[in-house]
């Protein structure tokens, strides 16, 4: 296999991946979609922040972070707060129910890797993961949306 072939192979596996995400994400809980997910982690590991700061992270629009947001509220995952600096700004926080089914997601995703990846060397396991942190960490990985802000990989 050349190198362009090994691209498409890529190419076509990561999209396998990221249809399998999705459709896992239902299955983990039902009120919880991939973005949900993903939003609730990062607000998780930010400790709070603003719908705009979620927005320009993901580089999403803000209307759609403001839908997912406000879905959010309504099923009691995530509450409004005011700024303790900026009286003027909300800052989006985890309630207590955001935190219970962040940690029961990510310990069912957890799990199924685990399981999926059981029969892997160690060598093998150490190498797939420094392959995907320097294909994260590439600089313009956020720039590679499309106008919808969906992730071209």
């Not at 629009?61 to 879905?71: E, G, H, N």
């Not at 160690?122 to 392959?131: C, K, P, S, T, V």
Request: hydrophobic fraction near 40%; include cysteine; charged fraction near 30%.
């Amino acid at each position: 296999m050349d190198a362009a072939d090994a691209v498409e192979v890529i190419q076509r596996e990561m999209t396998v991946f990221a249809r399998r995400a999705r459709a896992s994400a239902g299955r983990m809980h039902p009120e919880l979609s991939l973005v949900s997910y993903t939003l609730l982690g990062h607000l998780e590991e930010s400790g709070g922040c603003r719908a705009t700061d979620l927005a320009a992270h993901y580089a999403l629009d803000k209307s759609t972070v403001s839908r997912q947001v406000t879905a959010l509220e309504r099923t009691g995952l995530v509450e409004r707060r005011q700024d303790a600096e900026d009286h003027r700004v909300q800052v989006l926080q985890l309630t207590d129910a955001g935190r219970r089914i962040l940690a029961q997601v990510t310990e069912s995703r957890r799990a199924a890797f685990r399981e999926r990846l059981a029969e892997w060397p160690a060598a093998d396991l150490e190498r797939f993961a420094d392959y995907l942190v320097r294909y994260n960490t590439r600089p313009d990985a956020l720039a590679d949306r499309d106008e919808r802000g969906s992730a071209l990989f």
